[in-house]
């Protein structure tokens, strides 16, 4: 297939809208920047933080450590970090340097217990609207549909900012790509174009990886995988080797490490599925830097197809859409043709499939050493000639239909599981 120039240049775009660095959890994240940019607009330091929330942002930052909060969790202490320690310049990286001044200023005031915080019940899956106070002056804004994405901001009743139209959602540019497209783009793309972007991806998520396999983070998923090669308990082979990467990389993140993390499609736990057991590979594998950044690409722009499907926020695990897309880079690096690919696709989507996302926790880097080992069972099915067949459970006869039909189970089927989830997370213990 003969790819349009403007057409690359549109995709490499995405690529760089869709893969961006993030310190921590993005949801905790997402509060402390729209509590720092509400702090900035009102120009001194709040008394009282009210926050409205989606019950989807609730339940992932209800249990993931805040970094360089000194091992805090929760939504409260998100916001105090934002609102006292915060740069909103750095968007989410905005709590990136914290002194300790600062963070003795973050512990008085979360002392007060001056922090509210309501379910915003408004059927968006990513909300958030922080209202801060001091004396009679307040400041507050709005951010909908993406971490960054600030639709309102007001001071005092005067509206600084306000989005006219709010209804297009970050899914809507990667509604041009299809796996075909992308297969066909993986093979011609100009690497040089990329280069940097993957870079960063190698570097900064590999950085994170190494940090988990070699400190105690959470449960240690992947520092248990790595011990488990190292005594014989598991084999020393590439698929183990990539589950241990991957995973080690989300301890670390959800256990409170300050290293930053290049996210794709608006998660962390994604853009570290998307890269590390693909990174693997290729150095198990002695694949050439060329194709690593063509696996990185497949990899990454799959993922941003699949997650559109969903959304950003969901009860369907986001990281196995990066599990699909990663056994569509083996097999893309491994040289093997689009319906292989494509076979491999839907092989693991469909042993993934039912994954729930309860929330951003210590679990997460389970699911991704599950997914991880999806993947590598998906692509060995399909390089031996195996597809699941259509119209086994949500499989259809081609990769696309099967994704739409993901998407329609996770947008129409798992709204009520979402609500059951957040239950079960926020009852008294």
Known sequence: MNIDKNLMTSVIKLLHN???????????????????????????EPEKISLSISG?????????????????????????????????????????????????KVKKFLEKNAVHIQNSKNNMKLYIKVKVMNGNEYASVEMKHSHTNLTEIIKNDEVIHKVADDKAMPEDAAKMLSIKLIYDLAQQVDVSKVKELFDAVIMCNSAIANDGLTHKYGVNVGRNIKQSMENGFYGSDVRNKSASFAAAAS?????????????????????????????????????????????????????????????????YCGPMCAAGAVAGAISVMSGFDYDTTAKAIINTLAGVSGVLCDGANS???????????????????????????????????????????????????????????????????
């Open 363 to 429: 679990s997460c880097a389970v699911k991704i050493a599950n997914g991880t080992y999806a993947a590598y069972d998906g692509i060995a099915m399909a390089a031996n000639g195996n597809v699941v067949t259509d119209g086994d459970g949500i499989v259809a006869a081609d990769v696309e239909q099967t994704i739409r039909n993901i998407g329609e189970l996770a947008q129409k089927g798992m709204n009520q599981t979402d609500e059951v989830i957040l239950d079960i997370m926020t009852r008294d213990r």
């Open 56 to 104: 989807n942002i609730i339940k992932n930052v209800k249990s993931v450590v805040v970094p360089n909060s000194g091992g805090m969790v929760g939504i409260a202490v998100s916001a105090a970090m934002g609102a006292f320690a915060g740069d909103a310049s750095r968007e989410l990286m905005v709590i990136s340097k914290v002194t300790e001044d600062k963070l003795l």
């Open 18 to 44: 869709e893969i961006i660095p993030a310190e921590g959890c993005t949801e905790p994240i997402a509060i402390a920047y729209a509590t720092a940019k509400a702090v900035e607009i009102l120009g001194k």
């Open 251 to 315: 301890d670390a993140r959800m256990g409170g490490s300050s290293m930053p993390v290049m996210t794709t499609a608006g998660s962390g736990n994604v853009g570290l599925t998307a890269s590390l057991p693909v990174i693997t590979f290729a150095r198990e594998r002695n694949k050439t830097d060329e194709e690593l950044y063509r696996g990185l690409f497949f990899s990454h722009l799959s993922s941003v197809h699949i997650k559109a499907s969903i959304g950003r926020l969901s009860a």
